[in-house]
């Protein structure tokens, strides 16, 4: 294998899974190369991670990028799959928004139906999916699953999503982080934490923003 070859294998494969990798689907996003996506995130895998080690982390997401691509031999249709995040998949398909809808639920089903093995031990294969179309699928996708993991649902397309306000809100504050970094309008503020006898044991480091005419309190960012 060539450097050149050996750095876009890097670049576009993902090193664990040997699915593409996020930057592949943001250049495929870029060229359209597709009509729907589907976004898989990996429920509570960060307590597995955290209870068996990491290792077993990484031997339950080959498994699961082995259940991905076996349901795109069940699907029998022409899709990508991408590993996008450390427990986020995405699946791309030429299908319209009807037909994504019918196969995100066979697609759902085909999964959670499935058992991961590992030294003798059983994992569930619980998942939460999102899908989105064009324009900006993937940024569509991202808000759909912080709305779906928010209200504990399975199963959820952008175009339902209840807060219409949502993606709005978030390039809102991303306009005025923006505008704040530059203008150097950020203020640190460190918090002091008490225990029961009232002494200051540690800081908690927040952020404030000046504008022109008063400081914006701080406040926790769902987007974040």
Same mark, same amino acid.
């Given at each position: 294998m060539s450097?050149?070859?050996y750095l876009k294998e890097k670049l576009y494969i993902d090193e664990l899974t040997k699915l593409k990798s996020r930057r592949a689907l943001i250049e495929s996003t870029e060229k359209e190369a597709? =009509?729907?996506l589907i976004l898989i995130d990996i429920d509570n %895998?960060? =307590?597995l991670n955290q209870l068996f080690g990491s290792e077993v982390g990484d031997e339950y997401l080959i498994e699961f990028s082995k259940i991905l691509k076996e349901t795109k031999k069940y699907l029998k249709k022409s899709i990508s799959l991408y590993r996008i995040g450390a427990d986020e %998949?995405? *699946?791309t398909l030429r299908e319209n928004c009807f037909e994504t809808q019918l196969l995100a639920n066979k697609i759902y089903n085909f999964i959670t139906s499935k058992k991961i093995c590992i030294n003798n031990e @059983?994992? #569930?294969v619980d998942i939460t999916l999102v899908y989105a179309s064009f324009p900006h699928p993937l940024r569509k996708a991202i808000l759909t699953?912080? @709305?779906a993991k928010d209200n504990h649902i399975n199963i959820l397309s952008? =175009? #339902?999503i209840k807060d219409t306000n949502k993606e709005k809100e978030f390039f809102q504050i991303k306009q005025m982080l923006k505008t704040a970094i530059h203008n150097d309008q950020i203020i640190p503020y460190a918090h002091p934490i008490v225990n029961e006898a009232k @002494?200051? *044991?540690k800081y908690e480091l927040l952020m404030r923003i000046e504008t022109e005419d008063k400081v914006i309190p701080p406040y926790f960012l769902d987007f974040a």
């Open positions: 450097r050149c070859q597709f =009509n729907s %895998f960060s =307590n %998949f995405a *699946i @059983e994992f #569930d699953l912080q @709305e952008y =175009n #339902d @002494e200051v *044991i």
